[in-house]
């Protein structure tokens, strides 16, 4: 009897010992579980707020660009009609500065795909673009930008190809002495191959015209112009690029 009483004891006592085991297990895993919900839901808050952070840098940088290019497609446009370098039909002109309607917003969009695409690409290519990365230096590549473009209208040679030579020789200038980098050239060189093709097509049909072509239906020193130009806006996206990056890291 002694021994019946002594096993059913211990029996108890058993059960208790893996009902108590039990229970903390239960208890371990609840807390695991609510822990790791916790972290999920911080991380989850985390990416959004850091995506969010993100898409609001590009917009704003897309903004700037399509500003930026807008405003030099006005400056830039009034030169090449005022020398009559370029010819628009008299029913497609605006009054604002004298350029056809749509060449501000084409040129703004333009600089804001080339813009944003030269970080892209450095990023992608895994190097960072570190040459001269300070707005004086932007600024003084977008004043020789401009003062190629005026070269184009302003200066008198002989013929075209003489003309063209020394606008090719400047704009590989401007990218040696503001880029270096060959993400930059490569994209430059594409910039002003597709710009020119576009550009060949527009004339084409008659929506304007060139004085004195000699490359096809446009100047020879054309894609000299686009060159120069895609190198600038990319050097204005890499540096808008590069202060948003900053601005991410202090936040």
Known sequence: MPRLEEHCWRRSCTSRVESKNYSRENWVASKAEEMMSIITSVLSNVYGSLYSVQTANLIRRGLVLFTVGVF??????????????????????????????????????????????????????????????????????????????????????????????????????????????????????????????????????????????????VRSWLPCIFFSGGVTVGNIGRQLAMGGVEKLHND
């Open 72 to 217: 030099l497609a006005l400056v830039l446009n009034l030169l090449q009609v005022q020398r009559n370098v370029t010819l628009f039909p008299e029913e497609v002109m605006a009054t604002l500065f004298s350029s056809a309607w749509w060449i501000p917003p084409c040129c703004g969009t333009a600089a804001a795909v080339v813009g944003l695409l030269y970080p892209c690409i450095d990023s992608h290519l895994g190097e960072p673009h570190k040459f001269k990365r300070e707005w004086a230096s932007v600024m003084r590549c977008i004043a020789v930008f401009v003062g190629i473009n005026h070269a184009s209208a302003k200066l008198d040679f002989a013929n075209n190809v003489q003309l063209s030579l020394t606008l090719a020789a400047l704009s590989l200038g401007l990218w040696w002495t503001f880029d270096r980098s060959r993400s930059g050239f490569g994209l430059g060189i594409g910039t002003a191959f597709l710009a020119t093709v576009i550009t060949q097509l527009l004339v084409y049909n008659g929506v304007y015209q060139y004085t004195y072509p000699d490359f096809l239906y």
